[in-house]
T-cell receptor
């Protein structure tokens, strides 16, 4: 079945550092790929998405490229801020629902 | 535009007691989802509704869990009786026909003592 594997956290960075959170997936067919973010005490919010191979999703300075050859969708940001501290979930869209990874906590210090 | 509303936000009960969670989706969203999120894990689908019909309830433990969406708008998820292992966050989400873009509520954190 479909599955998503994310790097374990927490990822601890200083403000303005470069961020990479790795995500790989296993799926049949050609799923859509997503990154969701969950801030403390809040629900999940869609951060970005890509619907086909080589697409790049981007939002709020975050980017991720759908790599079919490596079955990956790594999340990157060039300069993180304290306000980016949250849990980040990689997900894939199958036939009619989403399959999530376990989440990666990001902690950014001033 | 109001987001997905869930209540209560927190619930503490003793094992073997019943508990119910309520969700009101975004207006116009025909599809409603209930997810279970255990600590340190991603959300896992419990049930999906298209209007008032439960179209995917394969992961819902039907011996103790039940759900309804009688008028195709708000929904209730019930556990009876609750067990210690049910302690988790219960998330509700909704979407239009494009299930890829789901909007999540803040969740209900359940603690079973």
């Amino acid at each position: 079945g479909d599955s998503v594997t994310q790097m374990e956290g927490p990822v601890t960075l200083s403000e303005e550092a470069f961020l990479t959170i790795n995500c790989t997936y296993t799926a049949t067919g050609y799923p859509s790929l997503f990154w969701y973010v969950q801030y403390p005490g809040e629900g999940l919010q869609l951060l970005l998405k890509a619907t086909k191979a080589d697409d790049k999703g981007s939002n709020k300075g975050f980017e991720a490229t759908y790599r079919k050859e490596t079955t990956s969708f790594h999340l990157e940001k060039g300069s993180v801020q304290v306000s980016d501290s949250a849990v980040y979930f990689c997900a894939l869209g199958g036939y009619s629902t989403l399959t999530f990874g376990k989440g990666t906590m990001l902690l950014v210090s001033p | 535009e109001a987001g997905v509303v869930q209540s209560p936000r927190y619930k503490i009960i003793e094992k073997k007691q019943p508990v119910a969670f309520w969700c009101n989706p975004i207006s116009g969203h025909n599809t409603l989802y209930w997810y279970l999120q255990n600590l340190g894990q991603g959300p896992e689908l419990l049930i999906r509704y298209e209007n008032e019909e439960a179209v995917d309830d394969s992961q819902l433990p039907k011996d103790r869990f039940s759900a309804e969406r009688l008028k195709g708008v708000d929904s209730t998820l019930k556990i009876q009786p609750a067990e210690l292992g049910d302690s988790a966050v219960y998330l509700c989400a909704s979407s239009t026909e494009d299930y890829n873009e789901q909007f999540f509520g803040p969740g209900t954190r359940l603690t079973v003592l």
